[in-house]
């Protein structure tokens, strides 16, 4: 059974290239935006990698990794 309010492939504006110019610039404004968030946080994430490689404390100095 169809249903006759059921749009078909045919029936979307958007369908076969046929959307308009204006949605053309917003789906390439926001495929840009998200690149350059997504370059932005890569960035941020490389600059702020400072990961200090000392384990223990003072009263608990850590590893001793020297030979004996």
């Given at each position: 059974?169809?249903?006759?309010?059921?749009?078909?492939?045919?029936?979307?504006?958007?369908?076969?290239?046929?959307?308009?110019?204006?949605?053309?610039?917003?789906?390439?404004?926001v495929?840009?935006?998200?690149?350059?968030?997504?370059?932005l946080?890569?960035?941020?994430?490389?600059?702020?990698?400072?990961?200090?490689d000392?384990?223990?404390?003072?009263?608990?100095?850590?590893?001793?990794?020297?030979?004996?």
């Amino acid at each position: 059974m169809k249903l006759n309010n059921e749009p078909t492939l045919r029936t979307i504006d958007d369908y076969n290239n046929k959307e308009s110019s204006r949605k053309r610039k917003t789906i390439r404004l926001v495929i840009l935006g998200l690149v350059l968030f997504a370059g932005l946080l890569s960035y941020i994430k490389m600059t702020n990698n400072t990961v200090s490689d000392y384990i223990g404390t003072p009263d608990n100095p850590g590893i001793n990794v020297t030979p004996n």
